[in-house]
């Protein structure tokens, strides 16, 4: 890129006090999604691939990716060179790999529920992992092995029979050796060398090569996000997603025990992912003295970043919300409710009880968002866009879906079958009802 600008790197700042209620809903507003206008170009690419299957696959792969492939899918065993990293980056892997598996496998459901609703009436309810499932690891300007380990994990650790991880290949049609390695440790069934909304619609209806999945996972970019929704709502591919994913975002909550260049360091890890990524500080009662330390460590350490192009626009449309206590700055929170809550606060802990929306919270100093990124063992595929309202974090129970059952004995079924021919005489149901008298008739 010719056209690097020079100059400050700043947020704009807000007085939560004095902003106008039309203007603070502003603050909480992420920039809109052209959501329509993605599903009309999506459309074509999805459909493309569902009716020539490979053969379109291998067009857009040349066309989006300059990758010019014979074929996409690469099953296991993966070739050793193909896997091959640092040794310190597979140590990495390998720590990050044991600290995520240990947390999400304390997630995973494997125990019965069973309750006796009333005498003889038991019902239960038992998890079973989701068959087949598709995982999406992004491309682009950064390549994301931590991605493929916290889609892959908890697939793993859920008991998922296939999974097929997709990412774009490089223009030499090879895939980073990291997110290999990652796809061998995780257990992967096979790898798919495509990305975009073509890696997407494989996924859902399959092609000759690419088998088939139930659920698809993972973030990416607008392309995949539109679509992922459009496949979801096709019933012929008979396919789920795990979440409206849209840009990263972190919001930091500081008061006057936080550390200037930890905040600014914070907000930058943030900033660097995209030019769309979003940013929020919210300053608890802070004086202009500690802001402007703040402001000036953005600055700085913003420069030093191989990535300040990206920074520089991401941090320009991002925001510093000051407000007078906790209490406002966790109002506002609750109501913006980021993807990621860094909380440099004092007695941070005390203040957990108090956040309501969040993808994930990241407590006190020593909690850098980095940590949950890769290798603390939390989930970094989180609810972004507001939807931390209503939906959780990718974990291990995405990968399981539950079963309920009854077993009712003959003495339960002459105490529920009269309330159950009740109610469907009085929904004018009479097979219905009659399925229980039958029974209690046999059993007079
Ligand atoms: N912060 C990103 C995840 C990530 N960070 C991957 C580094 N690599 C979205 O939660
Ligand atoms: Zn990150």
């Known amino acids: 890129d010719a056209t690097v600008e020079d100059g400050p790197i700043r947020m704009r700042s807000y007085d939560l006090a004095v902003t106008p209620p039309e203007e603070r809903n502003g603050l909480l507003r992420r920039p809109v999604l052209k959501s329509e206008e993605m599903m009309n170009k999506v459309k074509p690419i999805v459909d493309d691939v569902r009716s020539r299957g490979d053969a379109a696959l ?39 790999y044991a600290n995520i598996k240990k947390f999400h496998e304390a997630q995973a459901d494997g125990a019965t529920l069973r ?47 296939e999974i097929v991880l997709a990412t774009p290949p490089r223009p030499d049609g090879s895939i980073s050796p990291e997110v290999m390695y990652v796809a061998n440790l995780v257990g992967a069934s096979a790898v798919l060398k495509a990305g975009g909304a073509q890696a997407v619609a494989a996924l859902a209806y399959g092609t000759e090569s690419v088998p088939k999945v139930d659920k698809i996972f993972g973030p990416g970019n607008q392309w995949v996000t539109a679509a992922k929704m459009l496949v979801q709502n096709d019933t012929d591919a008979l396919v789920s997603i795990d979440m409206p994913a849209g840009p990263s975002e972190v919001l930091v909550i500081a008061d006057y025990t936080a550390n200037p260049g930890f905040v600014a360091a914070d907000l930058l890890s943030q900033a660097e992912h995209g030019v769309d990524s979003q940013v929020v500080l919210v300053a608890v009662d802070l004086d202009e ?4 330390e703040i402001e000036k460590e953005v600055d700085v350490q913003a420069h030093a970043l191989s990535r300040v192009d990206i920074v520089r626009k991401s941090v320009s449309k991002s925001i510093i919300v000051k407000t007078r206590s906790v209490q406002e700055a966790i109002a506002f929170s609750n109501n913006y409710a980021p993807e990621h809550l860094i909380l440099h606060l004092e007695n ?27 290798a603390s063992g939390t989930n970094h595929t989180l609810p972004t866009n507001g939807y931390a309202r209503q939906f959780s974090g990718v974990n291990t129970l995405s990968f399981q879906k539950h079963i309920t059952s009854q077993e009712i004995t003959q003495s339960g079924l002459r105490g529920l079958g009269p309330v159950v021919a009740t109610l469907a005489d009085c929904e004018g149901l009479e097979a219905h009802a009659n399925a229980v008298r039958i029974r209690l008739k046999e059993l007079n």
Not at 120 to 147: E, K, N
Not at 289 to 292: E, G, H, P, Q
Request: with cysteine.
């Open 348 to 374: 941070a802990s005390e203040q957990v009880k108090y956040i309501d929306n969040a993808g994930s919270v990241f407590v006190g100093p020593y909690s850098p968002e980095s940590c949950g990124d890769y």
């Open 289 to 292: 003295a500690k802001l402007a």
């Open 58 to 96: 291998l067009e857009l792969t040349a066309k989006f990716d300059k990758a010019k492939l014979t074929s996409t899918v690469v099953f296991p065993p993966f070739a050793a060179e193909t896997m091959a990293v640092e040794r310190e980056v597979g140590e990495a892997i390998k720590t990050a």
């Open 115 to 161: 309750v006796e609703t009333m005498p003889g009436v038991v019902c239960s309810r038992f998890a079973r992992p989701i068959a087949r499932v598709g995982l999406y690891v992004p491309g682009g300007t950064a390549i994301l092995p931590s991605t493929a380990l916290m889609l892959g994990i908890p697939a793993q650790v859920a008991g998922c029979r």
